[in-house]
T-cell receptor, first 114, second 111 residues
Framework: DAGVIQSPRHEVTEMGQEVTLRCKPISGHNSLFWYRQTMMRGLELLIYFNNNVPIDDSGMPEDRFSAKMPNASFSTLKIQPSEPRDSAVYFC????????????FGPGTRLTVT | GESVGLHLPTLSVQEGDNSIINCAYSNSASDYFIWYKQESGKGPQFIIDIRSNMDKRQGQRVTVLLNKTVKHLSLQIAATQPGDSAVYFCAEGWYGQNFVFGPGTRLSVLP
């Protein structure tokens, strides 16, 4: 298996622009997680899905952030409009929701908003 | 990826020595704990987990100890190698809920 796939790996955009991050979880995994990592706040859970349904989005910073999971093999995290404080590394992770809670992380998307 | 807070603890050990990385967790209801390793430019990688009904679990060169009385978790790495240099995170969770990650500890292995 290729593992969790994220794209793009790097994104540089100007303040006010829309940003879309993409994730393909490991085949057969039914839970998907979006995290944000910064030097100031560490690793924060933004939202997670179980069987394509959002379960907990309490970590989403504000209405500018939205996430979707239209099917079991694809998810997006969108920021509109983006702001410089959104600059961070965004990770997607997937897991089997039963048994082990081990999460498999993707390589991350480094977002820079200027 | 850069991954740490401003006050990330750092542990420096000599190659071949044993390393002990500590973590204090916050929720007495947590029943599952995981240690992750994050190398520069990569996502966190699972190392070992432990459930709250255990106080010790061993893997290959790693041991996790859980002390529920004082809400403390530790990761022991035997015969530390240069490839062990990374940031290590503990995460606590409870059944059906998401996980909360600690701030991380940077392990630096000296030649």
């Amino acid at each position: 298996d290729a593992g969790v796939i994220q794209s793009p790996r790097h994104e540089v955009t100007e303040m006010g622009q829309e940003v879309t991050l993409r994730c393909k979880p490991i085949s057969g995994h039914n839970s998907l997680f979006w995290y944000r990592q910064t030097m100031m706040r560490g690793l924060e859970l933004l939202i997670y899905f179980n069987n394509n349904v959002p379960i907990d989005d309490s970590g989403m910073p504000e209405d500018r952030f939205s996430a979707k999971m239209p099917n079991a093999s694809f998810s997006t995290l969108k920021i509109q409009p983006s702001e410089p404080r959104d600059s961070a590394v965004y990770f997607c992770a997937s897991s089997l929701s039963s048994g082990s809670y081990e999460q498999y992380f993707g390589p991350g998307t480094r977002l820079t908003v200027t | 990826g850069e991954s740490v807070g401003l006050h990330l603890p750092t542990l420096s050990v000599q190659e071949g020595d044993n390393s002990i990385i500590n973590c204090a967790y916050s929720n007495s209801a947590s029943d599952y704990f995981i240690w992750y390793k994050q190398e520069s430019g990569k996502g966190p990688q699972f190392i070992i987990d432990i459930r709250s009904n255990m106080d010790k679990r061993q893997g290959q060169r790693v041991t996790v100890l859980l002390n529920k009385t004082v809400k403390h978790l530790s990761l022991q790495i035997a015969a530390t190698q240069p490839g062990d240099s990374a940031v290590y995170f503990c995460a606590e969770g409870w059944y059906g809920q998401n996980f909360v990650f600690g701030p991380g500890t940077r392990l630096s292995v000296l030649p």
